[in-house]
């Protein structure tokens, strides 16, 4: 039943806070009043879909000491991004990237400017990058870039990650918290129209600070990121 209700009413309440973020897009305290809302409708939907969140208390208190990072994660759903919404501290901010087109679209367009996200045009890498490193260089400490790099959602394996993350974190001089999210491609996979009930697990690995990674070019920074979380989350499946 609760799912069902999610189908008629979560369009409803999407289009309330877009309209909301359209009226009062320049007013800063909406903002931070804005995010946790967002925050708290994210935990909402999952409890409505009946899907779990597994995390250790080690895991929490790393992200709530987490300041001036970039948040890579691996990328198995459309889940992936409200699940780490739902785990984030009240006083962090995610910022995801969102291609352009996005941005055109009335009320959305609106909603997505208020949460600071930033847009990209996915036919020029060389311009996405560059625009990412400029935004990411005037976030404040709690303001955490999100990027899957990965680059497309993958199953059952680790796939080989891009270089645009790292790049973006040496030259903004930020360090790299590792996220590993498991199961949520069983619960929501490909084609499916909706999610199965189930549990989510997340590891959240030490981030590692800018002073650590300063030395290492961007691929090689991009390989030591991906055989850490490889290592710690993902052994039981094939690195390719």
């Known amino acids: 039943m609760k799912r069902i209700s999610l189908m008629f009413y979560g369009p409803l309440v999407l ?26 409708w994210c935990q909402h939907i999952l409890r409505s879909l009946d899907i779990e969140i ?13 300041i001036n990072v970039v948040l890579v994660a691996n990328h198995r759903s459309h889940l ?11 006083d962090k901010h995610l910022v995801f990237a969102a291609k352009k087109e996005l941005f055109r679209v009335p009320l959305l367009g609106a909603g997505l400017r208020q949460t600071k996200a930033i847009c990209v045009d996915r036919t020029n890498a060389r311009k996405t990058i560059s625009t990412l490193i400029d935004k990411t260089t005037k976030l404040n400490s709690n303001e955490i870039l999100v990027i899957f790099p990965e680059g497309t959602r993958g199953e059952k394996k680790l796939r080989k990650f891009k270089r645009g993350a790292f790049s ?14 498991k199961e949520t491609d069983n619960l929501f996979p490909k084609g499916k129209f909706f999610p199965t ?12 600070p800018y002073q650590n990674i300063e030395k290492y070019r961007d691929i090689e920074l991009a390989n030591l990121v991906r055989e850490i979380m490889h290592s710690n989350c993902f052994s039981d499946e094939p690195i390719i």
């Open 197 to 208: 009930k189930g549990k989510v697990y997340i590891n959240i690995c030490d981030v590692i």
């Open 15 to 40: 289009a309330f806070w877009v309209t909301l973020a359209a009226l009062f897009r320049h007013n800063e305290k909406f903002y931070f009043w804005y995010i946790s809302q967002i925050k708290k």
């Open 54 to 66: 597994v995390i250790s208390a080690e895991s929490r208190n790393i992200f709530a000491k987490a």
């Open 168 to 181: 973006i974190a040496l030259q903004s001089h930020r360090g790299i918290m590792p996220i590993c999210i």
């Open 80 to 90: 992936d991004s409200v699940i780490l919404l739902a785990i984030c501290p009240l």
